[in-house]
């Protein structure tokens, strides 16, 4: 998803990134692509050792040229002065020979920032430039308005979708995941009569884990029982994708659902109006919250029933914009289960900056 900005100059952009990253990046090189004052594709990539520079910048490049920007901004994030220059310069080269601009080359360091091609003393001073504080950058008002606070770092964005905050829970959902499992497989047979009974009672907890109000009741504080229900009931690959097709109009089509599953979709999920254009504050806000809520499902799952609640949660996030989260997401689903195709497809979509479009519902 591409943001509409009104940022002053690099001050504010590099204000804004942590928002638009989901985290405050480290030891990394950021590329952000430009569409006149729309920020598009963000990508972010830790600094690579020599050997394997030309690699990394070609990770980058492809991505970059699918988005087809007007131009692109170069972000080296460093501890040690000098650290992001090689990749900087590579990706510059790199921008050169596809002949996209390059609006400005930045090193973040120490709390300070600095321009590489300004030589101009006034504007961009040799010693740097103090990060403002958010607060005084009208742009981060949106995000906060919008309820996204970054993460400290990379590690904390990867630790939020990794079981080990509750772990009496996580052992319990395993628990009762043995004994759901023998329930919905008995099920998943499509000609047998109790599938649709099944469905009904899956979407039920479904509606609960998908809440996007206030008075939401936490997702750690449902039933074991109810979570491992969640994730049992993906075994049953329809109503995978349905939820899929539900939350990100466009990714999948609806109107291809079993007209029995679609009809109780709409009648057990809470309404959706995404995917009509551009979304509004209210509905970023309310994409996030059961973006949220996903997240702590996944953060509570063990990982043989996480793959797929995981790779359901990438779907979103990708069709959201979101690709830290969205990679975070399907490294630890693949990484248990390489083979599971929906998150492999997912994945090769992500390398190739393939974005879904955004139909109406």
């Not at 047979?189 to 936490?218: F, G, I, M, S, T």
């Not at 899929?244 to 309404?271: F, H, K, S």
């Not at 248990?336 to 979509?349: E, V």
């Amino acid at each position: 998803m591409t943001t509409t900005l009104h940022l002053r100059g690099p001050a504010d952009v590099l204000a804004v990134l942590p928002y638009q990253l989901g985290y405050h990046p480290r030891d990394s090189v950021v590329v952000v692509s430009l569409h006149g004052r729309r920020m598009g594709l963000v990508q972010r990539l830790d600094l690579p050792p020599h050997e394997h520079l030309d690699e990394a910048v070609a990770a980058m490049a492809a991505p970059l040229a699918a988005d087809r920007p007007e131009s692109a901004l170069l972000i080296g994030y460093e501890d040690t002065e000098g650290a992001s220059s090689p990749m900087l310069d590579a990706l510059d080269d790199a921008c050169d020979e596809m002949g996209l601009p390059v609006a400005d080359r930045l090193v973040v360091r120490a709390g300070r920032w600095f321009a590489l091609d300004c030589t101009s003393e006034a504007c961009c001073p040799t010693a740097g430039t103090l990060l403002p504080p958010d607060h005084e950058v009208p742009a981060v008002a949106d995000f906060v308005g919008m309820e996204v606070a970054p993460l400290v770092d990379r590690e904390a964005l990867v630790a939020s979708l990794q079981p080990g905050s509750h772990p009496l829970l996580t052992r319990a959902v395993r628990a009762c995941a043995q004994e759901w499992l023998q329930v919905v497989t008995d099920g998943h047979d499509e000609h047998q009569p109790d599938l649709e009974k099944q469905r009904a009672r899956a979407l039920a907890v479904w509606a609960e884990l998908l809440r996007e109000d206030d008075a939401a009741p936490a997702v750690t504080d449902l039933p074991p029982g109810d979570l491992a229900l969640a994730a049992c009931s993906l075994v049953d690959v329809h109503l995978r994708d349905a939820l899929v097709a539900w939350l990100c109009p466009g990714t999948l089509e609806l109107d291809l659902v079993d007209p029995g599953l679609r009809e109780q979709l709409r009648r057990l999920l809470p309404v959706r109006g995404w995917g009509r254009g551009e979304p509004d504050a209210a509905e970023v806000t309310a994409q996030r919250r059961v973006e949220a809520r996903l997240v702590a499902l996944c953060g509570v799952l063990p990982d043989e029933w996480a793959v797929a609640a995981l790779t359901v949660l990438a779907n979103l996030t990708w069709w959201r914009g979101d690709g830290a989260l969205t990679r975070v997401a399907l490294d630890r689903a693949l990484a248990f289960d390489p083979g599971y195709r929906l998150a492999a497809l997912l994945a090769r979509m992500v390398d190739l900056a393939i974005r879904p479009d955004r139909a109406s519902a």
